[in-house]
């Protein structure tokens, strides 16, 4: 049974579209992210399940109530800001127990919840300092413990990562995953860092201007986007071209190399130009001294023209017939990756290919 | 080199402080002289005895407590109301109505242009007919001269607390208050304003030295010298040595005040965060 319901969700500024059409279906601890760029809609939408905005159209449903109109403060929804917004005049216990408080709980079982709280952000030791004498992570950690600790029924979190550095945003990204699993919390994420969305969410919501561009889980979305901003959004994709070989064919021509598709061109003329895309990782580098092997596969000879070495992972930017390529193939400690200005193939499965058109 | 490190901007710094201080401490230190010199050739504190035992009569206090202590009981009153009223609006407008906020100063120094004379004038015009007659009451009159010391203290208090919400990020504050179930009233009460507890002193101080020292406003309403402000403009038409006596308690009745709002402030922040143990 759905959980949280945002049916048809519209919000205008003046004349201006903050979101149009919103419709997603939660069900009970599931976490989904809203992916987007900046202006997409994805912290409105957000901030109209907390409360902070009121939709000009449509309905939010919780737990089979409609709170729509609802004040934020009787939504039973916890919310975690990127800029932490922490009490400053409170300690860590105070501000982890300061939601506890409202709700009128007897003080010793807010000392017992509290103390809890600080157990499962690890920070026992630290009840009794202010946020000024924490630093952002443990800020952070302490908002997510005031946010979940009045057990409430939805927990928003806001970019909340985006204020804090690379290595502390990897490991608090796990803590939130674990928490919300642990508690089974039913949980919106909104980010514009694909791999935060993709590493933490059983679902992702793409936002654009405002629209759902695709809901799916991270594999869908990244596997079989459903628009052509969802593709380039997520992830980083190759566009190639190529002219058709023949009328409603699946093969294209580019520059002397035949490269066939998954699917045929229906509807297309022989000569059309075709566009295709392809993610860096499903190109495979080759040394040219290597036959094609296998029949099953495309070959395309590129230049290389930089490339990157990331540790597990050997970014390289080629050029196929003046366009340029990004690859990504894992570091092979017995096999250095080649230098700038060698000539390489590049193998790629037929299905790894995605029509532009199609998408 | 710094400007810290550059010995003549330091020299100059430190004979700017000290011109200012002098400034401030002089008139202070020969005001007290004087009023040490009620005894010919004598340094003595009579003038303070005076003014702590004259009685206007063999039955009533000494003037100088009941005054004093009129104008002290104005002036929190005054406090409370500026602050109840002040601080709400203030945080609306920074909060929700950042587009009015240009009305709002300019309505906020208003107070500059209206004379105290004007504003008692216009209370008296206004108020001691029906169907608002106020001052036929000593608790009408007192609430009329609360209202015009508000009105009076506007300008500082809202700068005070203006400048004070715009330190805190009060948007992201009272939205992470509201998620955790608290009302306008609890957001205010616990979480806005144990952060303005600088801007609120200051203000709180600025109003208490204006009231307590008010004479335009205070005169016209309780002609009776009841106001300590009527009070030391009536002994400095009578007397020589205890308005300068006077003086000098005023002065140490603010700083005690100083001190003891900010020991008030310190200590409800301690209570705040022993709440949960």
Redesign the interface.
Known sequence: MDFLILNDLRKLYGSAVAVEQFDLRMSRGEFVSFLGPSGSGKTTTMRMV???ENPDRGTIVLDGMDITNL?????K???V?Q?Y???????V??N????L???KMP?AE??KR?DEMLGLIQMTELGQR?PSQLSGGQQQRV?LA??IA?RPQVL?LDEPLSALDAKIRVGLRAEIRAIQQALGITTIYVTHDQEEAMSLSDRVVVMSHGRVEQVGTPYAIYNTPATTFVAGFVGTLNVLQGTLTQTGGDTLRIGSTNVRLATKMEGRKADSLIKFQLRPEAITPHPVTDLPGNPALNYLNARVEGVTFLGAVVRMRVNVNDSPLSVDTFNNPRMPPPQKGDTVQLAFDPGACMSVAAV | MSSKNNPITYWVAVAIVTICALYLIVPLLTQFDFSLRMKRDVLSLDAYVSVFTTKPNAVDPPKFYTSLLFSAGMAVLTIAFSLLVIVPTTFWVNYRLPKFKPVMDLFSVMPFAIPGIVLAFGYLRTYTSPPLALTNTDAGTAFLLVGGYTVGVMPYVYRSVDTGLRA??IR??T?????????WA?VIWK?IM??L?AAVISASLITFAVAVGEYTLANFLFPDERAFGSYIAAIGRNRIFEPAALTIISYLLVWACVLAVQRIGRGS?QT??A???
């Not at chain 1, 004040?71 to 939504?75: E, L, V």
């Not at chain 1, 982890?96 to 939601?99: A, E, R, T, W």
């Open positions: 907390a409360g902070f004040q934020p403060n009787k939504r929804v916890g919310m800001f800029s917004a922490l009490f400053p005049h409170l300690t216990r105070d982890i127990g300061f939601g408080m409202l709700s003080k807010i000392g509290v202010f908002a005031r946010a009045p928003l | 805190i990020d992201t504050l939205e992470a208050a509201r998620s955790l179930g608290a009302g609890t979480v144990p952060n507890r922040t705040q965060t709440v949960i143990r």
